[in-house]
């Protein structure tokens, strides 16, 4: 199986031959090219255009983050699975309005589903959270009725409203209330837990889409516009609550992760770089951990999950199968 690596060190990238390193002021460590499915940079690294070049040729995607932790961009390969069929398929359907409000529903609904997957996880716990699911699942309700895109995406925000209402439930700890979404800077500790979460999640989604014949830049629920890319932001809804969330109340809960964690930065709160490779660490052990897939009767990894996703999107598009998103079953 393919791994990620996540490079917080300050240092050099270089190519030697047909494999490459990482060099710092300690020294040389050569990585597993061929093992390697994605690089994530936190630190200061230079690039060599040779170790770009045999980058493209491996088909790795490197994903960067500035000195707060910000996602700044990917060096996104040469497309090797582009398919001119599947894009001109991927923009009728976008410019479809009928097509486009069936895929945005379905993530919409993807999402809420296993939303209240979690609420109903911690609600079994005693965190009573009966009050929230109520309110969720009339808005779900409410999804199907949509009219349009901006109308989903408002009744999409209400669901998340509710949703983090119940954080401070699940959580208890007043260190990390919720208050409100905020996000370019959040304004306190789990804000700033979501966003980069959620950057994490966005570039890993990313990533598996480079693996499949779709092209990331046409979304359905997310607009395409000016935005690079949209189609990894639309299927990260719908792991969030399962990957991203559930990590954030298991480095709470358990004290993985306290405000010594956090430094104040721009105007705001930031995970410090202890507090990201602690997130990284636990991030990276969810992608490679597996559930039993029905459909395929055998166990896959989190990350392979949101390949599968992928490859029923693109089945859908091709008229093959319709589409349904997934839904955690634990």
């Known amino acids: 199986m393919k791994k990620s690596i996540y490079i917080f060190n300050d240092g050099d990238l270089k190519r030697k031959d047909n494999t490459f390193y990482f060099?710092?002021?300690?020294?040389?460590?050569?990585?597993?090219?061929?093992?390697?499915n994605d690089i994530?940079?936190?630190?200061?690294?230079?690039?060599?255009?040779?170790?770009?070049?045999?980058?493209s040729q491996k088909e790795i995607t490197l994903h960067f983050f500035n000195y707060y932790g910000y996602y700044t961009g990917s060096f996104y390969p040469r497309e090797h699975y582009n398919s001119g069929y599947i894009i001109l398929q991927q923009s009728q359907f976008y410019l479809n309005y009928m097509d486009r409000m069936e895929l945005a529903v379905s993530f919409v609904t993807g999402s809420a589903e296993n939303?209240?997957?979690?609420?109903?996880?911690?609600?079994?716990?005693?965190?009573?959270?009966?009050?929230?699911?109520?309110?969720?699942q009339n808005l779900l309700d409410e999804v199907e009725r949509a009219n349009d895109v901006e109308h989903l995406m408002a009744i999409e925000g209400n669901i998340r409203e509710h949703y983090y209402n119940g954080f401070d439930r699940i959580i208890n700890n007043d260190d990390f209330e919720f208050k409100r979404r905020s996000k370019r800077p959040p304004k306190n500790y789990l804000n700033a837990l979501i966003s980069f979460g959620n950057s994490m999640l966005y570039v890993t989604v990313l990533s598996e889409i480079y693996k499949t014949h779709l092209d990331p830049r046409i979304g359905y629920l997310h607009s395409t516009n000016s935005r690079s890319f949209t189609l990894n932001l639309d299927v990260a809804e719908i792991f969030k609550p399962i990957i991203v969330d559930r990590i954030i109340f298991k480095l709470i809960n358990t004290s993985m992760l306290t405000i010594n964690d956090f430094v104040r930065e721009m105007g705001g709160i930031l995970l410090s770089e202890k507090g990201r490779k602690t997130f990284v660490r636990e991030f990276d052990q969810r992608m490679l951990s597996t559930i039993k897939h029905r459909g395929l009767n055998r166990n896959v990894s989190y990350r392979r999950l949101i390949r599968l996703e992928l490859y029923k999107l693109q089945k859908h598009i091709m008229g093959e199968e319709e589409y349904q998103p997934f839904k955690a079953r634990w």
């Open 23 to 36: 060099e710092t002021g300690k020294g040389k460590n050569y990585l597993p090219i061929e093992n390697i």
């Open 40 to 55: 994530y940079v936190f630190g200061e690294v230079t690039v060599s255009k040779k170790f770009m070049e045999l980058v």
């Open 115 to 136: 939303i209240l997957k979690v609420l109903t996880y911690y609600e079994n716990r005693g965190s009573g959270l009966t009050d929230i699911i109520e309110d969720i």
